[in-house]
T-cell receptor
Framework: AQSVTQLGSHVSVSEGALVLLRCNYS??????LFWYVQYPNQGLQLLLK??????LVKGINGFEAEFKKSETSFHLTKPSAHMSDAAEYFC????????????FGAGTRLAVHP | EAQVTQNPRYLITVTGKKLTVTCSQN?????MSWYRQDPGLGLRQIYY???????DKGDVPEGYKVSRKEKRNFPLILESPSPNQTSLYFC???????????????FGPGTRLTVL
């Protein structure tokens, strides 16, 4: 069965520090992988997506993620956190081969303190 | 502007009183879906629709109904709401079968429902 696991429901970093949000997946076929961000009282916004073209994917707002098949991981990073990065982040997968359904992880709430 | 809209944004109701949450997209997308978001559980799919008059159950369909009579609209209906349906609901759309698996899924702003 397909699934997404996000390690750490809450992550707290200092402004300017590295942001690392972990995502591991389980999939029977090659997946497409996505990171979404949800700011307070807003819907989900796509940060970046892995579509098998390149393993290192760059997204908006300085975020990037690396697809590692051997580790079944798709961790999200940002070199220097900004206060405006405080939000909830969701990792999601969609199976390749014509599937439409997005399977989400439980989410990680990122707090950034001065 | 390409967008998914939902109404209402906030709703407080009582057990058993039928309600409808509307969803509309202006991108001519084929695929639409409804999710509920609960703390610690992420987003779970309730129902989805591949196109007009084509709908199917997601992972948590009990207590919900949907319809897709027009391509742009996908309302979520709670015939007899119960307190366990208190949640944050999101409508989403993407191009679907006419596109590719990498197409972006767009989300509405959410509807926060409280059932007393």
């Amino acid at each position: 069965a397909q699934s997404v696991t996000q390690l750490g429901s809450h992550v707290s970093v200092s402004e300017g520090a590295l942001v690392l949000l972990r995502c591991n997946y389980s999939s029977s076929v090659p997946p497409y992988l996505f990171w979404y961000v949800q700011y307070p009282n807003q819907g989900l916004q796509l940060l970046l997506k892995y579509t098998s073209a390149a393993t290192l994917v760059k997204g908006i707002n300085g975020f990037e993620a690396e697809f590692k098949k051997s580790e079944t991981s798709f961790h999200l990073t940002k070199p220097s956190a900004h206060m405006s990065d405080a939000a909830e982040y969701f990792c999601a997968l969609r199976l390749s081969g014509g599937y439409n359904k997005l399977i989400f992880g439980a989410g990680t709430r990122l707090a950034v303190h001065p | 502007e390409a967008q998914v809209t939902q109404n209402p944004r906030y709703l407080i109701t009582v057990t058993g009183k039928k309600l409808t949450v509307t969803c509309s997209q202006n991108m001519n997308h084929e695929y639409m879906s409804w999710y509920r978001q609960d703390p610690g559980l992420g987003l779970r799919q309730i129902y989805y629709s591949m196109n007009v008059e084509v709908t199917d159950k997601g992972d948590v369909p009990e207590g919900y109904k949907v319809s897709r009579k027009e391509k742009r609209n996908f309302p979520l209906i709670l015939e007899s709401p119960s307190p366990n349906q208190t949640s944050l609901y999101f409508c989403a759309s993407r191009r679907g079968t006419s596109g590719s698996g990498t197409d972006t899924q767009y989300f509405g702003p959410g509807t926060r429902l409280t059932v007393l």
